[in-house]
């Protein structure tokens, strides 16, 4: 009915009278949804950036108590050369190669190396505070430059360093004795006012044969 035709009962015009018209509703309901889940995505992003471990099946953080090893109330009991191997592997690899080859002419092997088989005090600082200059490994130079993992203040701990280098240690046919985790204290007690990496020369009285 138009408007140009009154109702002869009702004079209210027509748009007046009748119903609004439908329209959708504002769908807050699923707005808020739709924010709840991408917030939900965003934090599952960042807590798997966080705690995938890149989805690797070797990676483990020994410092969790009792991840998957130790009965629940038991302090976690840390098999060092798994730990070390873990730990060579997330932080050693990339460089030394997982046959501990290293790479020809840049990276220095670790098979058969006197300075991880031998005495372990040049070793020890060598992890600590780094390398750098020509050093002569299996017969052949190299000259390139070792990162430092342990000065002070970094979170390699004295049982990290210990573990890694026992596992470098024991590996590819290597025969050196494990490394204690008091030995790296004492030698990073020892070494604390350095900040450079160490030179093979300068190693040289920590690692008689060189
Ligand atoms: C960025 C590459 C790189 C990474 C990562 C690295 N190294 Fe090295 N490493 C070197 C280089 C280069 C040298 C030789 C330094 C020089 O020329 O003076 C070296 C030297 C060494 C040496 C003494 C020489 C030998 O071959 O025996 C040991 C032991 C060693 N690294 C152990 C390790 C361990 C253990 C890790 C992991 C915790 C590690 N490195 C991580 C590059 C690396």
């Known amino acids: 009915m138009s408007d140009a035709t009154p109702n002869p009962v009702d004079p209210t015009p ?67 050369i798994a730990a070390g191997k873990r730990l060579f592997v997330n932080n050693c690899v990339t460089c030394h190669q997982a046959n501990g080859q290293g790479l020809a002419g840049v ?29 002569v490994v299996n017969g052949v130079t190299y000259n390139g430059a070792m990162p430092a993992f342990g000065p002070l203040g970094s979170n390699w701990k004295d049982d990290k360093i210990a573990h890694v280098l026992t596992y470098i240690r024991q590996e590819w046919g290597n025969k050196g004795a494990p490394v204690t985790k008091e030995t790296v204290a004492r030698i990073r007690a020892e070494t604390a006012a350095r900040t450079k990496a160490w030179t093979a020369p300068e190693l040289a009285e920590f690692h008689p044969k060189k």
Request: proline share 8%; net charge negative.
């Open 107 to 135: 990276y220095p092997p670790l098979a058969g190396s006197d300075w991880v088989n031998d005495g372990e005090e040049a070793l020890v600082r060598i992890l600590i505070h780094g390398m750098s200059g020509p050093v």
């Open 14 to 80: 027509a748009h007046e009278r009748e119903n609004p018209e439908p329209h959708e509703q504002e769908n807050f309901p699923s707005l808020l949804l739709l924010f709840l889940c991408s917030i939900l995505v965003f934090v599952s992003a960042l807590y798997l950036q966080r705690y995938s471990g890149n989805f690797d099946p070797l990676v483990y953080n020994e410092e969790v108590q009792g991840a998957g090893s130790a009965a629940a109330g038991s302090a976690a009991v840390v098999d060092p």
